[in-house]
């Protein structure tokens, strides 16, 4: 079975900063995906970054990067430049085969970080 | 259109209702999920419709009844809920089940059941 752990429930970053949340999971498959995805206060669950689990070099989407571990199974993501905007539940999810499915996946989330940031 | 939408934005109901939650996409996604979230935990999986098909059902009560009338459109009936059942209701597209899939979401529908 594939489980997410996030271990950081509260963060808090002072606008222009940097943030690191962290991520690690546990799994036996070799290919796999893996995503930050963010629930602002408004609830709208948006993706936030993905990343291949066969592809070394880590994603990058603006000021959003993750730091890749896959023999660590580490999956960290990098908020540089911090806005207000930025304030949200932050969610690492997996994407995993569903155990009773030939052919369906779903996404396997963590228990969240709660992001804030401070003017 | 890129979006995943879900009508009503909010829903109460007592113990003894019917009601039912819409979610509609036109991004020609055939894959569509319901997942229900309760208050400060991540969401969880409830069904998995693949090409209007129910394909998964992750030990759902059968007082929520999934519906795929269509390939845009998801329904989630809801019959004799538990005060407990009270969430918020997230529905989600992605083109496919299989193989890497980005998956939308909608807004969502929060629920309260009295």
């Known amino acids: 079975a594939q489980t997410v752990t996030q271990s950081q429930p509260e963060m808090s970053v002072q606008e222009a900063e940097t943030v690191t949340l962290s991520c690690t999971y546990d799994t036996s498959e070799s290919n796999y995906y893996l995503f930050w995805y963010k629930q602002p206060p408004s609830r709208q669950m948006i993706l936030v970054i993905r990343?291949?689990?066969?592809?070394?070099q880590n994603a990058t989407e603006n000021r959003f990067s993750v730091n890749f571990q896959k023999a660590a199974k580490s999956f960290s993501l990098k908020i540089s430049d911090s806005q207000l905007g930025d304030t949200a539940m932050y969610f690492c999810a997996f994407m995993k085969l569903l155990s009773n499915s030939n052919s369906g996946y779903a996404l396997n989330f963590g228990k969240g970080t709660s992001l804030l940031v401070t003017p | 259109d890129t979006e995943v939408t879900q009508t009503p934005k909010h829903l109460v109901m007592g113990m003894t209702n019917k009601k039912s939650l819409k979610c509609e996409q036109h991004m020609g996604h055939r894959a569509m999920y319901w997942y229900k979230q309760k208050a400060k935990k991540p969401p969880e999986l409830m069904f998995v419709y693949s090409y209007e098909k129910l394909s998964i059902n992750e030990s759902v009560p059968s007082r929520f009844s999934p519906e795929c009338p269509n390939s845009s459109l998801l329904n989630l009936h809801l019959h004799a809920l538990q005060p407990e059942d009270s969430a918020l209701y997230l529905c989600?597209?992605?083109?496919?089940?299989?193989?890497?899939?980005?998956?939308?979401f909608g807004p969502g529908t929060r629920l309260t059941v009295l």
């Open positions: 990343q291949e689990a066969y592809k070394q």
């Open positions: 989600a597209s992605s083109p496919r089940t299989s193989g890497y899939n980005e998956q939308f």
